[in-house]
């Protein structure tokens, strides 16, 4: 897959290509990124890239002409990509939004700074926006590599097993069980007996239990809505009998005092 960023500042992006997923990625062949200076294509001494705003107010914009001619530019290397504009009004990357971008022949990730894109430039070249959440960054790079991170692993070829990606936390929705390595104690604290004991069905039913344990107390949001198999139905009904036990029944609280997510 070819991957062309459009960035101000380029020099952000060689060490994250140089490694891991990503590195591995690009030796085999599979991802191909390139950066694109936006600075290359401002053509006043100065390279300059943004400008103060119509109407005034603090902060600058991204002047439309460098961007444009960068899109050019882009879109002879890359014909069959429309470009995506990484901002904090885009819709939000998701694990599924991840996947249909690793689906794509090529992507052009347009890195946005300042306070934004000049919005006739946006509206007319830039037909797609992509978030990584609901936080302020200073710019669109690190959102460009987070979009990179997660659609790269997603190539076929680029993990280990090609189910790997299949068994990830969030494929299936739900959070993943503890991992454990040598030694077997560490500060006092022994590995889970049960990962040791060879015993495969009791090792997968134990995981399957502290996957759905730890979703049901950090992201409670991921089992709202998904549909649940017969093993998991019948654990959280195990989890509930549980909490029946211990809660006196119709007294108190409808819900539990604190602080609840999502
Ligand atoms: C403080 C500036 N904000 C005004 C209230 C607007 C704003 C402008 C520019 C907020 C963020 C940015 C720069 N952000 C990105 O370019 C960005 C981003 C993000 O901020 N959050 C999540 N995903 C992304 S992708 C690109």
């Known amino acids: 897959m070819r991957i062309l960023v459009l960035s101000i500042f380029p020099q952000l992006f060689p060490s994250f290509f140089a490694h891991g997923m990503v590195r591995l990625a ?81 992507l052009v990730l347009v890195c946005g700074r300042y306070e934004g894109v000049d919005d006739r430039l946006c509206e007319e070249a830039i ?43 969030f494929a299936d929705g739900l959070l993943e069980h503890p991992h454990y390595t040598r030694p077997a104690v560490f500060a006092g604290r022994a590995v889970p007996e049960v990962l040791t004991s060879g015993d495969h069905r009791r090792i997968a039913r134990w995981r399957k239990e502290a996957s759905l344990w730890r979703t049901l107390v950090h992201r409670p949001d991921l089992l709202r809505g998904r549909p649940l198999d017969a093993e998991e139905r019948e654990i959280l009904g195990a989890m509930q009998e549980t909490l029946a036990g211990i809660l006196p029944p119709a007294e108190g609280p409808a819900r539990p005092p604190g602080r609840r997510r999502r």
């Open 26 to 106: 690009c030796e085999r062949g599979l991802l191909a990124p390139q950066v694109i200076d936006l600075r290359d294509f401002a053509p006043d001494p100065h390279r300059t890239t943004d400008d103060r705003p119509y109407g005034g107010g603090s902060g600058m914009v991204m002047k439309p002409e460098p961007l444009a001619a960068a899109l050019d530019h882009a879109r002879r290397l890359a014909p069959e990509a429309s470009p995506i504009l990484l901002s904090a009004q885009g819709r939000r990357l998701t694990q599924e939004a991840a996947l249909e971008l690793s689906r794509r022949p090529a």
């Open 127 to 169: 037909p797609e926006e992509i978030s990584i959440g609901d936080y302020v960054l200073s710019g669109g790079e690190v959102a460009a590599m987070v979009v990179i991170d997660a659609v790269a692993r997603l190539l076929p070829g680029v993990l280990g097993s090609p189910d790997s990606a299949a068994r990830d936390s």
